[in-house]
C-alpha cells in the first residue's frame, strides 16, 4: 500500500546549485575527519568502499546523520568522477 507525505521546508533551507552542497560536505569532511586522521583522497577509495568506511567513522566522529550523508555522498561522487578520468 503506497503511503503519501507532504511536508514543506523554508525556501532558504533547499539550493538548487550543487557547487554550494558540496562545498559544505567538502568542508565538514576537512574539518570533522580532519580533527582525527590524516585525510583520505576522494578517490582512494570506490564509492561502495566509502561506505563501509563512513559507517566505521561516523559514530567516532559523532557525526549528525545529515552530516553524515552528505559528506558520504560527496566522497562518492568526487571518487567515481577521478575513475571516470583515469
Known amino acids: 500500500m503506497p503511503v503519501h507525505v507532504t511536508g514543506f521546508v523554508r525556501a532558504d533551507a533547499v539550493t538548487d546549485d550543487m557547487e554550494v552542497a558540496w562545498m559544505n560536505a567538502e568542508m565538514t569532511y576537512q574539518f570533522t575527519c580532519g580533527a582525527c586522521h590524516e585525510l583520505h ?27 553524515a550523508l552528505m559528506v558520504l555522498k560527496w566522497l562518492q561522487t ?9
Open 78 to 86: 568526487k571518487s567515481e568522477e577521478a575513475r571516470e578520468t583515469k
Open 41 to 67: 583522497a576522494p578517490d582512494d577509495f570506490s564509492p561502495q568502499e566509502w561506505i563501509s568506511q563512513m559507517q566505521s567513522m561516523v559514530w567516532n566522529a559523532n557525526m549528525r546523520s545529515a552530516d
